[in-house]
């Protein structure tokens, strides 16, 4: 999750140094200034969107849910309606790191769905 914020800060600084930019290269500064935020407002979402979907296929392989790809499809294709039914329909309970390996894996597993012990 560190470096998710930390990758997030970086891109909110350098879409913040863009918008100057914008405004000092039109005839308009009002305009290009617009449109530097519409840029970093549509940026903003992709990343966000790259984060949940980052976070589902950690989330249901942490799980041992059937298909991560699946889930990353399915909430890439109908959006926040998909991540409210994977969030509805996974495994419920906490996660702790496994043993061996070290990954994340729900505490009533016998068996860590990365490293199998």
């Not at 935020?37 to 549509?42: A, K």
């Not at 039914?85 to 495994?91: G, H, M, N, V």
Request: hydrophobic fraction near 50%; charged fraction near 10%.
């Amino acid at each position: 999750m560190q470096k998710m914020s930390t990758f997030l800060t970086a891109i909110f600084i350098f879409l913040t140094a863009l918008i100057p930019a914008f405004a000092e290269s039109g005839s308009n500064p009002a305009c290009a200034a617009c449109g530097g935020s519409i840029l970093f407002v549509i940026i903003a979402v992709v990343v966000i969107n790259i984060a949940i979907l980052v976070w589902v296929v950690k989330d249901a392989k942490a799980r041992a849910v059937g298909s991560p790809v699946g889930w990353l499809i399915l909430v890439l294709i109908t959006g926040p309606l998909g991540l409210i039914i994977y969030f509805f329909s996974r495994p419920k309970g906490k996660l702790s790191p496994c043993p061996s390996c070290g990954n994340k894996r729900l505490e009533a597993m016998s068996k860590c769905p990365h490293c199998g012990n």
